[in-house]
């Protein structure tokens, strides 16, 4: 089967919390539709968690606790490798998902979006086989040990791969997790919690319920039996959540928005790093919070970036998302689709050139949340699509005279997410890579790491998802005195 919605109704579990290894009805009334982003139809209802069934969630992953915290790594790493194996096994029917709920063009969920969701799993799984959770320093234990219950919060716009890089690692780590995915986007995590039960997650060590920031999210951060909160999403929510945990001095870690330069070097290859360039700050329809969304080129070969850059742009087939021809589907809900609009407005108000795109729909396309590819040239900082997340594919060029200033226009931001550095020099590269303001650089394009850390300064959060380090966000350190023997000493001489 390959409609997800269909698939969910003949379950039953559409209209079900999944709490303490069970599929259990709501307790509150309130209810959210799933619309279609392609067609702005209605394909589905959901039930939307009120405080009690988020308490219920909360107390089901405390009891939890204590039994999967004392789990060996093996026993975690065989869980995960379940999960692992059913989440490609049943690849199509999730990648189907979210073409429905977000609009995920097929090729690129199938491709993209539920392969390195994927990855997350597998890399927690392999990273306990050598996580040194007790070391020794002289005669004291460091002993790594996991923080508790965990509340994950996550996004629309790449929801299961999210949903993995928080699950995963927290898992691995031996917290208990209670995840509220997006109730916009809600299809893939109730798979997602199908794959967990078939893959005999003990109950109440993965909880799921839906709905709200401001009830559900808030009373998870506020909640005095949540020891941890991981929230992914815009730094307007992330301020909200910390807010509402700060009372119970809760750790937070915030994965949030962005403004991602990509400086383009003098001596770089135009003609390979320029469609690169826009390909990534266009990536998700440019619905992703580390998009490179302002290409910083030499002034004095703008003409050239600019012919490149459109001639990319106006490439992208955007369509319906289910046919396997279309690069781009339609953006994930309307609030998103109004704002960038209003945020193309703005840059033709505000003088800047536009190359390829603009409002509106692409040609051929009379309904749907479908937006066009957007690239502006002549971008100057004060402006607002430079300094503003649009969170859509609108692309921002910025010439700069030298190299100092094109690392001060990138670091010319709130943000600090992501950046790119593209050069042939490879010494030159890394010296800008080295003076961004960014909790991750890409020099060249170079694929994608699982085990790389991503996180952000500034305004884009604090701490760290993938790899080793994401895990390390899920554990807290004790140090044990004495815990090893003293060394001998050799007997003072008495006179």
């Known amino acids: 089967m390959t409609d997800p919605v269909r698939h969910l109704a003949q379950t039953g579990h559409l209209d079900r919390f999944y709490i303490d290894g069970a599929w259990v009805k709501p307790l509150g009334r309130e209810r959210a539709e799933v619309v279609d982003p392609a067609t702005e139809t209605v394909i589905a209802e959901i039930p939307l968690g009120s405080i009690s069934d988020t308490d219920h969630a909360v107390q089901a992953a405390r009891r939890a606790f204590p039994g999967w915290s004392r789990t060996t790594p093996s026993e975690r790493a065989a869980l995960l490798s379940r999960i692992h194996a059913l989440v490609l096994e049943r690849a199509d029917l999730i990648a189907y998902a979210l073409s429905a709920e977000m609009g995920a ?72 997790v209670v995840l509220k995915p997006s109730e916009m986007s809600p299809l893939s995590a109730i798979l997602f919690a199908e794959i967990m039960e078939e893959a005999g997650c003990p109950p109440g060590v993965f909880n799921l319920v839906h709905g709200s920031g401001p009830v559900v999210g808030e009373a998870l951060a506020s909640h005095d039996a949540v020891d941890m909160v991981s929230i ?25 928005g962005g403004k991602s330069p990509n400086i383009v070097l003098p001596d770089a290859d135009l003609a390979h790093c320029v469609p690169l360039g826009v390909a990534a700050g266009m990536r998700n329809l440019g619905q992703s919070c580390s998009a490179p969304t302002r290409m910083l080129v030499p002034r004095t070969r703008l003409a050239e970036v600019e012919a490149l850059a459109a001639e990319t742009a106006s490439s992208f087939i955007v369509g319906m998302p289910l046919d396997e021809t279309v690069t781009h589907g339609p953006i994930a809900n309307r609030a998103q689709y109004e704002r960038i609009q209003t945020m193309i407005e703005a840059g033709i108000a505000e003088g800047a050139k536009l190359l390829t795109g603009g409002t509106g729909r692409p040609e051929g396309l009379a309904a749907g949340l479908f937006a066009r590819p957007t690239v502006f040239s002549e971008v100057r900082r004060d402006m607002a699509i430079a300094r503003e997340e649009i969170f859509g594919p609108v692309l921002a060029i910025m010439p700069y005279d030298t190299v ?46 699982p085990q790389a850390p991503f996180g952000g300064y500034k305004r884009s959060g604090n701490g760290r998802e993938y790899g080793r380090e994401g895990m390390e966000e899920y554990l807290e350190t004790k140090a044990i005195l004495g815990f090893y023997p003293q060394p001998d000493c050799a007997s003072e001489a008495t006179g």
Do not use: M
């Open 404 to 449: 100092e200033e094109a690392v001060e226009i990138a670091n010319d931001t709130v943000y600090g997410l992501g950046a790119h550095v593209h050069g042939r020099n490879l010494d030159a590269a890394r010296a800008v890579a080295l003076q961004i303001r960014a909790g991750q650089v890409h020099i060249n394009a170079p694929a994608w790491d």
């Open 232 to 256: 992914t999403g815009s730094t307007r929510a992330g301020v909200l959540v910390a807010t509402a945990a700060a009372p119970t001095v809760k750790r937070v870690a915030q994965e949030l």
């Open 105 to 176: 063009a097929i090729t690129y969920a199938r491709q993209a979006q539920v392969p390195l969701a994927a990855e997350h799993i597998r890399v927690a799984r392999d990273n306990l086989a050598t996580f040194p959770f007790v070391s020794q320093r002289g005669t004291t234990a460091i002993c790594k040990e996991p923080i508790g219950v965990c509340a994950l919060i996550t996004p629309w716009n790449w929801p299961l791969y999210q949903i993995t890089a928080k699950v995963g690692p927290a898992l691995a780590a031996g917290c208990t």
